[in-house]
C-alpha cells in the first residue's frame, strides 16, 4: 500500500487514491517513425529491478498527473515531480546516487 | 527410479517409508548441453521434458536460481481451462487441458487433476454476447463449451447468489473438462521425469550472464560456472527483462504482483470453478477444503511479491456479493506473486533477435494452466525452429500489430 | 480427570455462571471463561479429530495458536467453522460442535485412515490413485474431499454487520503485555498519537500469570496500575480484543477489532477492520510455546506447559489429576510450581537436559516434586486421553525405562518470538543458537517509503525471555521508534527486576534421541494435519530439501495455525536430516493475517445494496416505477426494455420500436458521456484526439467523431458539436465518459501539456432524452419555445434557448434513422421534463424505449455500437469508416498504428450485413467457417456476427458481421454453424437495412 506526495497539491495521497500509469519519460513517435521506433514506444519497457520511473495520477484528488522516483525491489520512494518535464529533477537523481551508488536508468544515472 | 504406485506405497509402508529414493537427482552441472533451459518452473520443466520425449533431446540441464517450482508454479489459483476466445490462444491452452488430462499417468506422478468444470459468469447483457461468442468459437477449435442459464448455474454451484441485488447471474460460458490440478505437484512430477530420462535439474544455480558470439548463443555463466550449450530456452516469467537484458535484447513485459488467498478449510461445498469476471474475483476450493480466491493484478511494477491490500479487499467482497456464505469464513493464508504482462496480455513464445535463444514468457495472470501446452510447443520451437502452436505467439507481432488480445469480451457498454 | 478447582480463576466471576451447550450437551462455566477452559472445566478434554487420520485431539495451547480445538459456532446466520475454543469467549446460549468425525466425536469412521496410517505417508497421494484414470474423478478424490476440510460449510447468509476505520497514528504497539504496555509508557509523554492493540480481552499477557510479583508488587497490580496511567493520556488509544492482522508497505497496517464475537447479540458490527497507516510500529508480540516431539505427543491431555498453568491460574481449572512435565528448560517448572501450589500432583518433571534447571527446579524439587534430569519420554499410553508415560533416558531409549501412571502431560521445548508483523513486510530474521530461536534482525527492519526502518519488534517478540531483558529491550526499542516517528525522548530508567537465575534450555528436536523409526512415526510435529517426524525425514530424503518444497510436500504449518507450533521443529528436523544448519535451511515467508480474519471484515460494509452503488439518472425513478426491466452498464442501470403485463421482453421491444418508427419514442439518453472541451488550443487537441477535422467543424452543427487509442483500435464513438469558437462538446459512450475523461486529461497533462485547453465531464449536469419518430418535432412544437423546423435546426445541427419552461439544448442527431432530437436539460430538470414529454405525447401514443430498442433500430440502420461492432482488435478501416478517418491530418492518436503490416493487411474481416434465407435471426456471436481446417486443427473461418436482431420493422433477422474482404462480396452465401453443428447459410448485404437514403431523418 504505498504513499505518494502529489507534487502538485502537497498531500500525502494514499494508493486508493491514485491511479499507476506505467513507465514515465516516454517518447512518443507518430508518423513518419519506423517500425521499430513505434514499438519501442509503446511496448518495450525498462521494467527494472531497482529505481524505476513511472507516472500516476492522483484521481480522487486533484486529478493531476505525476512521476515518481521509485525502488520497486524495496518500494522505496525517492521523489515525484511535475509530469510536465522531460527528466527527473536533478534533486531527485543525487539523492538516488546517494541511496543507490551507480544506478542507471535508460539514459539517466 | 521407483515407479510409483499403490503396490510400491504398500511395500514400502513395511519399513516405514525408509526404502524411498530421491524423486529427482542433484547433480553438478557438465561443461556442455545440447540445451539449456533457464528457469525450473512449470513451463521450464515441461519444456525440457517434451524435448526429451517428443524430440529425443536428452542432453539437457534445466538451472534453477531458486528452488524448483518455487515460483508462480506454485503460487496460483490452479485453475485450468482452455475456453479462450482467439484460435492461438484455445490451440495451446486446449492442447494444455488435454495434456493434463492424462499427465498423471503420463509422468507416473498424481498430479490431481480434477475436470470438475469452470464456470465463467456472464452478468451483464454484454458478457452473454462475450460469451455465447466464445462458446461458438470454441465449438469450432475443438473446445468443448457451452452458454448455461441462470438455473443451470444454480443447480452446478447451489452456494451462489443469482439474484444480485447489484449484478444478477443472467448465465454462464461453462467448459465441463476445465478443472484444478496441484500445483507443486506438475512441477515436482515433470522435475522427476525430466531427472529419469537423465537430464540435470540445477537448482541453487543462478545465471549470471549470457554468452554470444557472431550473434549466436554460446553458454551461460552462473553461479555455478561457465556452461556451454547449443541452444538456450529463457522461461523465467518475471525475471524476463533481467535475462533478455543478459542477451543484448527488451522485451515488451512489465512485472507486476498477483494476489491470492485461501479460506480455512471446510467441508466441501463448491463443486466447480467459477470466476465472476465484472465484479472481478474468482473462487473454487481445494481438495483440502480451502476456498482458493483470487482477482486482479496491481497496476504498478513490483518485484516485492507483497501485493497491495486493497485489491484483496475489492476481490472479497465482490465474491461475498456473490457467494454469500463465505462472510463468515476465515482468510487463512494470502500471498502474491510477480506476473509479467506483455503488451496485449498473451504469451511470447519465440525466437529472439539472438540465434537458438528462444524465449517463452508473458503468461501474465494465466500461467499455470498452459504449462504442459506452452511446455509441449516450446519443445518443438527449440527443436525444429518453428511450431504450428507458437507461430502467432511471436515477438514480431507487437511490431506487426497482430495482438492476440483475448479481452475483447470486456469491451465497453454502450 | 479436568476440573474446575474451588480456588483460583483471576479472569472469572464465580458469581456469574454461564450455560452453553457442546455437541448437544449443555454444560455451565464462569463468565470470563474460554470455551476451552469451559470445556476442560466439565472434562471434556476430547474436543476434535484431526485432519488427515483423524485421531482424537485433545486442547493444546491457551490461545489463538491453537491447532486443535476449532468448533462449529453458532447456527444458522451466526454460524461460524472453525472458530478457535481457545479465544472464544463464553457467553450464555454459546452453542459449539466440534467438526472432522462422523457420525460421532468418540466414534468416527475416519479413523480407519490412523489404521491406515501406515499406508499414508507425507505426499502418498502424489504416488497413488494414478490408475485408472477416471477413478481419480470419481471415486479417490470425492472420497478425499469428504474426508478432508474441517468444520461445516454456513448454509445461510451472514447477516451480521462488519465495518472498516481509517485512522492514522505517529505510533502503533502491536501487544498488550508487559513489553508493550511499558513500550506506550515511554512513548506516551511524546507528543506522539499513540495506538495500543491487545489480541484479547484481558490486558497483561503472561505477566499475569508468570510473574506473581514485580519487583514486590503483585502482577497483576502492576498491570492495573499502568493501565490506569496510560487512561489519562489522551494521545494515547487503547483496545483490546484487537488483533495486529498484518503489516504491509509504508506504514500500512490491519488491525481485526471483535466487537461482539464474545456477546450473546448479534447487534452492531460485529468485527471492525482498522486501516492504519503509522509512521512507526512496535511489535510486542510475545512469544509461543514450542511442543516437544515424542512418541504419541498427540494424545487428548497432552498441552503445552503454558497452557495448564493459564487455565489454573486464570480460569482455576486443572487439567488432570496427575499432570507430568516434560522440558527442556526452566520455564515449564512455573507450571509445576503452580499445579502443586492448587493442590494438582506432578508426579514427575522429566528434564531433557543432563544438568537439569535453576533456580527454579531448585525450587521445585524443595516442594518434593520428583525431577528427573536427562531423560525423555519413550511412550504415551491412551488412546482418546493420556493413562500414563514411560520414561527413559534422554540418550538411550531403553535405558532405565520406567511408567509413570499421569492423566496429562504439560510439555516444553523452549520459546518461537512472534516474529510474524516484523517479517510481513520484508523484515529480515536470525536464528540464536543458543535460545534456538529465529529472532528479529536489528539490522534488516522493514523499509518504509523513506527507506527507513518503521517496525520495531520489543521484549520476547524481539527475542528477550528474562523479565528484566525485556524491561531494558522494550525501553531501547521503544526509543528508537519514539524518535523515528519524531517524538520527544525522556530519560526515565527502568527499575532493575531481579530475575530468577535460568538456566540455558537445551534445543531437543526429538525425543528420545535415538527414537527409532516406528518412534518417530509416531511422533507429531503439526497435530492438526498429522505430520510426523518421519513425514519430514521422509520429504528431505526424496529430495524436498528446501524448506518450501519439505512444506508443500508435508503439508507442515499449512494447518490453520500456520506453522505457529509446528515450523520450527519441523524446521529442525528437516536440517538435521539434511545435516545442514538450520539457518541454511531457511524459514518460509511470513504472511499476513496473523490469525484467520473474517472475509466479511476485509468486505465491510459494502455489500448488498452498498457494494458499487447504483448511478441512477435524473429519470431513473420513473423507469423502476413503470416496471422497466433494468440491464446493468457501466455503473448505470438503463431500462432494457419496459415489458406491459404479461409481455415478454421481446415483444416489449418490438411495440416499443414499431411505436417509435411510426409515431413517437422516447430514450432517456442522460447516462450519455458529455465532455466539455474548450480553450485557444481546444481544436487542435481534437484533431489528435478524433480520427476526423474537428476544428473545421462550424459553430452550431454536429459532426460524428471516432476515437482510437494509440494503438490505433477504435475505442469510442459520439457525436461532437461545436458550442462557440474555442469550445466543443463531446459525447462518448455511456460506459466512455470517465475513460474518455482520463484519456483526455493524460494525452493534455503528459504529452501536449503546453495547449491551452480545458476539459469538464458535465456527465451527470444535464438529463438528455431522445425524442424520436416522425412525431418528434410535433411533440417539441406542441411544448414551444424554440423553433424546431427544418430550417431552423437543420439535421446535425444544434440550438439552445427556453424550451417550455426547461433550459435546452436541442441536438438534431438521430442513432434510429428517425427524425430525432435529443434534449439535454439540466439535471434537475430532467424528470419534470420527461414527464411533460410523455404528458403531451399521449395524443401521439408516445413511447418509452429501452436500450434494446435502441440496439435494434441502431442495427436496421447499420449503425455500429462500440462493443457490439468492436472489441478493442477492430480498427475503424474494418468497419468502412474510412469516410471519418481525415487524409488532411499529419497526425492523430492511432494513425501511426494503423500504418502498421498486420493493419494494413488487405485480407482484413470487414463490416457487412447478413441475413438468413429464410428470415430467422442468425445466432449472435456466430463464426463463419471457411474451408479446411488450420495447422493446430481447428476450423478455419472466415469472419463473425457482431450483431443480430430480429425486425420488427423488416419483419425478418437482421445481422451485421465483419467478414473476410467482405464488402467485395456482396450476394455470396456463406456459412454459420450453430454450436449444436446446425449450417445455418446467410447472404453477405449492405449493413444499411433501413432506409439507406436517409429519408426519414431528414425530414
Known amino acids: ?109 | 527410479m521407483k515407479r510409483y504406485s499403490v503396490f510400491a506405497v504398500a511395500r514400502e509402508a513395511l519399513r516405514y517409508h525408509q526404502g524411498w529414493g530421491r524423486a529427482w537427482r542433484s547433480p553438478e552441472p557438465k561443461k556442455k548441453y545440447e540445451a539449456i533451459i533457464i528457469g525450473a518452473g512449470g513451463h521450464g520443466l515441461a519444456t525440457a521434458y517434451y524435448l526429451g520425449k517428443n524430440h529425443g533431446l536428452k542432453n539437457v540441464a534445466i538451472l534453477e536460481k531458486g528452488w524448483l517450482g518455487g515460483g508462480n508454479t506454485g503460487r496460483n489459483t490452479t485453475i485450468i481451462r482452455s475456453n479462450y476466445l482467439q484460435d492461438a490462444s484455445a490451440a495451446i491452452y486446449e492442447k494444455a487441458r488435454s495434456l493434463y488430462e492424462t499427465m498423471s499417468q503420463d509422468l507416473n506422478y498424481n498430479v490431481m487433476f480434477s475436470p470438475r468444470g469452470v464456470m465463467m459468469l456472464a452478468q451483464t447483457q454484454h458478457e452473454i454476447r462475450g460469451y455465447k461468442r466464445t462458446a461458438h468459437a470454441n465449438a469450432l477449435q475443438g473446445v468443448s463449451t457451452e452458454f448455461i442459464t441462470p438455473d443451470r448455474v444454480k443447480s452446478l454451484v447451489p452456494i451462489i447468489n443469482i439474484d444480485g441485488p447489484r449484478y444478477p447471474v443472467l448465465g454462464a460460458l461453462w467448459q465441463p473438462r476445465g478443472g484444478t490440478a496441484r500445483h507443486d505437484a506438475v512441477a515436482w512430477g515433470y522435475a522427476r521425469a525430466c531427472s529419469e530420462m537423465g537430464m540435470d535439474v540445477i537448482q541453487q544455480c543462478e545465471v549470471t550472464g549470457i554468452r554470444r558470439q557472431n550473434g549466436q548463443v554460446q553458454g551461460v555463466e552462473t553461479s555455478k560456472g561457465s556452461i556451454d550449450c547449443e541452444k538456450l530456452g529463457i522461461v523465467v516469467a518475471g525475471h524476463t527483462g533481467v535475462l533478455a537484458d543478459m542477451a543484448g535484447f527488451r522485451m515488451p513485459i512489465e512485472s507486476v504482483a498477483l494476489q491470492a488467498l485461501v479460506s480455512e478449510p471446510i467441508k466441501p461445498c463448491m463443486d466447480v470453478v467459477v470466476m465472476a469476471n465484472t465484479v472481478h474475483g474468482y473462487m473454487s476450493q481445494s481438495d483440502k477444503g480451502e476456498m482458493v480466491i483470487g482477482g486482479g493484478a496491481d497496476g504498478f511494477n513490483n518485484y516485492t511479491q507483497r501485493g497491495s491490500f486493497h485489491h484483496v479487499e475489492e476481490t472479497v467482497r465482490a465474491l461475498i456479493e456473490t457467494f454469500p456464505i463465505i462472510s463468515r469464513l476465515k482468510m487463512l493464508r494470502w500471498w502474491g506473486g510477480i506476473v509479467d504482462m506483455t503488451g496485449d496480455r498473451s504469451p511470447i513464445l519465440s525466437t529472439t533477435p539472438v540465434k537458438n535463444i528462444f524465449i517463452n514468457c508473458g503468461w501474465g495472470t494465466g500461467g499455470f494452466k498452459a504449462i504442459p501446452g506452452s511446455g509441449w510447443a516450446m519443445a518443438e520451437l527449440m527443436a525444429k525452429g518453428h511450431s504450428s502452436l507458437t507461430e502467432e505467439f511471436g515477438l514480431n507481432r507487437f511490431k506487426e500489430g497482430k495482438f492476440i488480445d483475448e479481452s475483447v469480451a470486456a469491451g465497453v457498454a454502450h | 480427570m479436568s476440573k474446575r478447582l474451588g480456588v483460583g480463576g483471576q479472569f472469572i466471576d464465580r458469581s456469574k455462571p454461564i450455560k452453553f451447550q457442546f455437541n448437544g450437551r449443555r454444560f455451565s462455566g464462569f463468565k470470563g471463561d474460554t470455551l476451552a477452559s469451559a470445556l476442560l472445566a466439565n472434562d471434556q478434554v476430547l474436543i476434535g479429530r484431526s485432519f488427515k487420520y483423524h485421531r482424537p485431539r485433545g486442547i493444546v495451547s491457551s490461545g489463538s495458536e491453537e491447532p486443535n480445538a476449532l468448533m462449529n459456532l453458532g447456527e444458522n446466520e451466526t454460524f461460524e467453522p472453525n472458530q478457535r475454543a481457545t479465544t472464544t469467549e463464553l457467553f450464555e446460549g454459546l452453542t459449539a460442535f466440534s467438526q472432522n468425525h462422523w457420525p460421532s466425536l468418540n466414534f468416527d469412521i475416519g479413523v480407519i485412515n490412523n489404521y491406515l496410517s501406515r499406508f499414508l505417508p507425507a505426499g502418498f497421494y502424489y504416488k497413488m490413485f494414478i490408475h485408472p484414470r477416471p477413478f481419480w474423478k470419481y471415486i479417490y478424490e470425492p472420497f478425499i474431499r469428504q474426508s478432508a476440510g474441517l468444520g461445516k460449510a454456513p448454509s445461510v447468509k451472514d447477516t451480521s454487520d462488519y465495518e472498516h476505520f481509517y485512522a492514522f497514528y505517529d505510533l502503533v504497539i502491536i501487544g498488550g503485555g508487559i513489553s508493550g504496555l511499558n513500550a506506550a509508557l515511554t512513548a506516551a509523554e511524546s507528543g506522539l498519537k499513540i495506538l495500543i492493540m491487545e489480541q484479547n480481552s484481558e490486558w497483561g499477557g503472561r505477566c499475569l500469570v508468570d510473574f506473581p510479583f514485580i519487583n514486590e508488587e503483585p502482577g497483576l497490580k502492576y498491570i492495573s496500575r499502568i493501565l490506569s496511567e496510560l487512561r489519562k493520556y489522551k494521545n494515547v488509544t487503547m483496545r483490546s480484543r484487537m488483533m495486529g492482522a498484518g503489516v504491509y508497505d509504508h506504514g500500512y497496517l490491519l488491525g481485526y477489532e471483535r466487537l461482539n464475537d464474545h456477546l450473546s447479540t448479534n447487534e452492531g458490527p460485529r468485527h471492525r477492520l482498522w486501516r492504519i497507516r503509522a509512521k512507526q510500529i512496535i511489535t510486542a508480540t510475545g512469544a509461543i510455546e514450542r511442543p516437544l516431539s515424542f512418541p504419541g505427543n498427540d494424545i487428548p491431555g497432552i498441552m503445552l506447559a503454558s497452557a495448564v498453568r493459564d487455565y489454573a491460574t486464570n480460569f482455576g481449572v486443572a487439567v488432570g489429576d496427575k499432570v507430568a512435565i516434560f522440558t527442556n528448560n526452566d520455564d515449564a517448572y512455573r507450571t509445576a510450581i503452580t499445579l502443586h501450589e492448587i493442590g494438582v500432583t506432578v508426579p514427575v518433571i522429566i528434564d531433557a537436559r543432563s544438568s537439569g534447571g535453576g533456580e527454579l527446579a531448585h525450587h521445585a524439587k524443595e516442594l518434593g516434586i520428583r525431577v528427573e534430569n536427562g531423560k525423555a519420554i519413550s511412550k504415551v499410553f491412551g488412546q482418546k486421553r493420556v493413562k500414563a508415560v514411560t520414561i527413559c533416558d534422554y540418550e538411550k531409549s531403553d535405558a532405565n525405562k520406567e511408567k509413570i501412571e499421569c492423566d496429562s502431560i504439560a510439555m516444553s521445548g523452549g520459546w518461537s518470538p512472534v516474529v510474524h508483523l516484523f517479517s510481513h513486510c520484508g523484515g529480515k530474521l536470525k536464528w540464536d543458537e543458543d535460545l534456538a530461536m529465529f529472532r528479529p534482525d536489528k539490522a534488516a527492519k522493514p523499509t518504509s517509503s523513506d527507506g527507513l526502518p518503521f517496525v520495531t519488534a520489543v521484549g520476547s517478540a524481539n527475542g528477550f525471555l528474562l523479565m528484566n531483558e525485556v524491561l531494558i529491550d522494550t525501553l531501547d526499542g521503544s526509543r528508537t521508534a519514539i524518535r523515528a516517528a519524531g517524538g520527544k525522548i525522556n530519560n526515565k530508567k527502568t527499575k532493575e527486576f531481579l530475575d530468577k537465575n535460568e538456566k540455558a534450555p537445551e534445543a531437543i528436536w526429538i525425543s528420545p534421541k535415538d527414537a527409532n523409526i516406528k518412534k518417530r512415526s509416531k511422533t507429531w510435529l503439526d497435530f492438526q494435519n498429522d505430520v510426523k517426524v518421519s513425514d519430514v525425514e521422509l520429504a528431505a530424503r526424496e529430495g524436498f530439501e528446501s524448506v518450501e518444497h519439505a512444506k508443500r510436500y508435508t503439508t507442515l504449518g499449512m494447518a490453520t495455525d500456520q506453522g505457529k507450533l509446528s515450523n520450527i521443529n519441523g524446521l529442525a528436523i528437516l536440517s538435521s536430516t539434511l545435516g545442514k544448519e538450520i539457518p541454511r535451511v531457511g524459514t518460509t515467508t511470513f504472511r499476513p493475517p496473523y490469525t484467520p480474519i473474517s472475509l466479511g471484515s476485509i468486505g465491510g460494509s459494502a455489500r448488498n445494496e452498498l457494494f458499487q452503488p447504483i448511478r441512477k439518472t435524473p429519470i431513473h425513478e420513473w423507469h423502476e416505477k413503470k416496471g422497466a426491466y433494468m440491464e446493468p452498464v457501466g455503473q448505470w442501470r438503463r431500462p432494457f426494455c419496459y415489458p406491459k403485463e404479461g409481455e415478454t421482453h421481446q415483444k416489449a421491444v418490438e411495440r416499443e420500436i414499431n411505436q417509435t418508427r411510426s409515431s413517437l419514442g422516447l430514450l432517456d439518453a442522460s447516462t450519455l458521456g458529455k465532455l466539455l472541451v474548450t480553450g485557444p488550443d481546444a481544436g487542435k487537441f481534437l484533431d489528435m484526439l478524433y480520427t476526423n477535422m474537428m476544428s473545421t467543424l462550424k459553430v452550431g452543427k454536429c459532426r460524428y467523431g471516432l476515437m482510437c487509442s494509440e494503438n490505433g483500435f477504435l475505442i469510442d464513438d459520439g457525436v461532437v458539436a461545436r458550442i462557440d469558437e474555442q469550445t466543443w462538446l463531446c459525447h462518448t459512450t455511456s460506459g466512455g465518459a470517465d475513460r474518455i475523461h482520463s484519456h483526455m486529461e493524460e494525452w493534455l497533462q503528459t504529452e501536449w501539456w503546453d495547449w491551452k485547453v480545458y476539459v469538464a465531464n458535465l456527465t451527470e449536469q444535464f438529463a438528455q432524452i431522445g425524442v424520436v419518430g416522425p412525431n418528434a418535432r410535433k411533440l417539441l412544437e406542441k411544448i414551444g419555445g424554440l423553433d424546431v423546423s427544418k430550417d431552423a435546426l437543420g439535421f446535425m445541427e444544434w440550438k439552445e434557448g427556453k424550451l417550455g419552461k426547461y433550459d435546452a439544448r436541442i441536438f438534431r442527431i438521430s442513432f434510429s434513422g428517425e427524425l430525432s432530437f435529443e434534449v439535454a436539460v439540466p439535471a434537475g430538470q430532467g424528470m419534470a421534463f420527461w414527464k411533460e414529454l410523455i404528458e403531451l405525447g399521449e395524443e401521439f401514443g408516445v413511447m418509452p424505449y429501452g436500450t434494446e430498442a435502441l440496439h435494434v433500430m441502431r442495427a436496421e440502420k447499420g449503425f455500429i455500437m462500440i462493443g457490439d461492432e468492436t472489441d478493442g482488435t477492430v480498427i475503424p478501416q474494418d468497419l468502412n469508416l474510412t469516410w471519418a478517418i481525415s487524409k488532411k491530418k499529419e497526425d492523430f492518436l492511432g494513425k501511426r498504428a494503423q500504418e502498421r503490416a498486420h493493419m494494413v493487411d488487405p485480407n482484413r474481416w470487414k463490416l457487412v450485413g447478413l441475413e438468413t434465407l429464410d428470415g430467422s435471426v442468425l445466432p449472435d456471436g456466430a463464426y463463419s467457417t471457411a474451408q479446411g481446417f488450420n495447422s493446430n486443427g481447428q476450423r478455419s473461418t472466415q469472419g463473425r456476427i457482431t450483431s443480430s436482431y430480429y425486425s420488427p420493422t423488416l419483419k425478418r433477422g437482421i445481422a451485421m458481421g465483419l467478414i473476410l474482404n467482405g464488402p467485395s462480396r456482396e450476394g455470396e452465401i456463406i456459412e454459420f454453424p450453430k454450436i449444436d453443428g446446425t449450417i445455418i447459410p446467410a447472404k453477405i448485404t449492405s449493413p444499411v437495412f433501413y432506409d439507406p437514403d436517409g429519408e426519414k431523418q431528414n425530414v
Not at chain 1, 4 to 16: L, V
Not at chain 1, 51 to 58: K, M
Not at chain 1, 73 to 91: D, H, I, K, N, R
Open chain 1, 1 to 109: 500500500m504505498l504513499i505518494f506526495t502529489c507534487p502538485y497539491c502537497g498531500i500525502e495521497a494514499d494508493e486508493t487514491e491514485l491511479t499507476p500509469g506505467g513507465e514515465a519519460h516516454l517518447k512518443r513517435f507518430g508518423p513518419g517513425s519506423s517500425d521499430e521506433e513505434f514499438e519501442g514506444y509503446l511496448f518495450n519497457r525498462e521494467n527494472p529491478k531497482g529505481v524505476h520511473f513511472e507516472r500516476w495520477r492522483h484521481v480522487y484528488g486533484c486529478g493531476k498527473w505525476f512521476h515518481a522516483a521509485r525502488c520497486t525491489l524495496t518500494l522505496e520512494v525517492f521523489g515525484t515531480y511535475s509530469a510536465q518535464t522531460f527528466e527527473p529533477p536533478e534533486e531527485i537523481k543525487e539523492r538516488i546516487r546517494a541511496k543507490r551508488p551507480g544506478w542507471k536508468w535508460r539514459n539517466f544515472s
